[in-house]
């Protein structure tokens, strides 16, 4: 199957026309047509969806079918995307390096060897804290205590106190002997913190999409999950999301919106593009 681009350019060339042939007729740039044909710098186009008016426009300028073309330069539009992102996906293999084998040996060779001279450096420096902590601690003490006898101590005429008597204990000494100590109340526990009450989270957005016309969409699901459709007329669509969408379509007048239920009125006209169509509205 021919692409897009040969079809017009044959088809131009057959009706003896030259491309500012046809921007004089249809006012269309002259960048733009050689865009479309195939040729010419496609990095001053920001976003290849910009050209689906002009798709329309130039087929209808040669006697093509336009809805017909605009579903296949969608088609085309998408395989192409397709293509660069697994390309993107190829990383090349590492190259390895000569010198990194030599480089490891050499780093281990200086952690080892930092390793000892830090483990002999610590074992001299716990020794001399242990001989300063001998030096400086002092002689110890004899705790015995030498009782000189009674009868040295009382004196001559003095008698003894005989060592066999013994006082008897005080009466209050007895009362606290036999006394019971009175226990003391348990602490009361703590009373638990309450507990935080249950989040609730709002109920999810439901989006509904239904195609009256070829119509190409890209929708991003919660700013993270992007989506690329071609939908064709009875085609429909469903994706739900937490917090919104994130709407990017060809033709704004070929598809009817149905949010959470209730349907939208239309975006806009037929082959008009609309890009970053937020869906719920942001408030304020």
């Known amino acids: 199957m021919e692409t897009l681009a040969t079809l017009f350019r044959q088809t131009r060339e057959k009706k003896g026309l030259s491309l500012k042939d046809v921007e004089a007729a249809t ?37 093509l079918d336009p809805t017909a073309a605009v579903t296949q330069f969608i088609s085309e ?20 390096s000569p010198w990194r084998v030599p480089l490891v040996s050499l780093v281990a060779l200086l952690v080892v060897f930092v390793y000892l001279w830090q483990r002999d450096n610590l074992s001299s420096w716990q020794q001399q804290q242990q001989a300063r902590e001998e030096y400086l601690s002092p002689p110890p003490q ?26 008897a204990p005080s009466a209050s000494l007895q009362t606290a002997t036999a006394e019971t100590p009175q226990e003391s109340p348990p602490p009361t526990p703590p009373s638990p913190p309450p507990a935080p009450a249950p989040s609730v989270s709002p109920p999810p957005h439901s989006l509904r999409i239904e195609a009256k016309e070829p119509t190409w969409i890209r929708v991003v699901i919660d700013n993270q999950q ?4 071609l ?23 070929g598809i009817r919106l149905t949010l959470n239920g209730k349907e939208l009125p239309p975006l806009g006209k037929s082959g008009q593009v609309l890009r970053n169509v937020q869906l719920p509205a942001a408030s304020g």
């Open 27 to 63: 006012r269309l740039p002259l960048r733009y047509l050689e865009v479309l044909e195939g040729k010419g710098d496609r990095r001053l186009l920001g976003d290849y969806a910009y050209l689906i008016p002009f798709v329309r426009t130039y087929a209808t300028y040669l006697g």
């Open 77 to 96: 539009l998408l395989g192409r995307e397709a293509k660069e992102t697994q390309l993107e996906h190829v990383a090349p293999a590492p190259r390895s």
């Open 142 to 167: 004899n705790d015995a205590i030498t009782v000189a006898p009674r009868e040295r101590l009382a004196g001559p005429g003095v008698p003894a106190a005989s060592s066999s008597t013994t006082p």
């Open 226 to 229: 992007q989506k690329d459709v």
């Open 231 to 253: 939908l064709k007329p009875g085609e429909k669509v469903e994706w739900t999301a937490q917090g919104g969408f994130n709407l990017t379509v060809g033709n704004a007048g």
